[in-house]
Nanobody, 124 residues
């Protein structure tokens, strides 16, 4: 069974950067499209970014376009989310999730496996 573990969260000042990692075990990650989600207190979970199994396609929420970059290293069974120019409204628990999809596709529905999340705090 695929297991996902997020890391890289922490406290950062507005305008700062973080790189989140989503490490997979139990199954080769290259079978899966991966998505990052976030959930802030009192808000619904939202899809932030996704990447297809082969890395050919990516998608970003409008709120993070131009600031966040998703990437993957299938040899390391890891997906990354580089977050630049962080804003207080980016503060949330960030989750990665996996789904089997047609090659070249990614999305935010029907995820099969979830990590437990990593907390990102953006504050001065």
């Amino acid at each position: 069974q695929l297991q996902l573990v997020e890391s890289g969260g922490g406290l950062v000042q507005p305008g700062g950067s973080l790189r989140l990692s989503c490490a997979a075990s139990g199954f080769p990650l290259d079978y899966y499209a991966i998505a990052w989600f976030r959930q802030a207190p009192g808000k619904e979970r939202e899809g932030v970014s996704c990447i297809s199994s082969n890395g050919a396609s990516t998608n970003y929420a409008d709120s993070v376009k131009g600031r966040f970059t998703i990437s993957r290293d299938n040899a390391k069974n890891t997906v990354y989310l580089r977050m630049n120019s962080l804003k207080p409204e980016d503060a949330a628990v960030y989750y990665c999730a996996a789904a089997e999809r047609v090659a070249g596709k990614c999305g935010y529905n029907g995820m099969d496996s979830w990590g437990k999340g990593t907390l990102v705090t953006v504050s001065s």
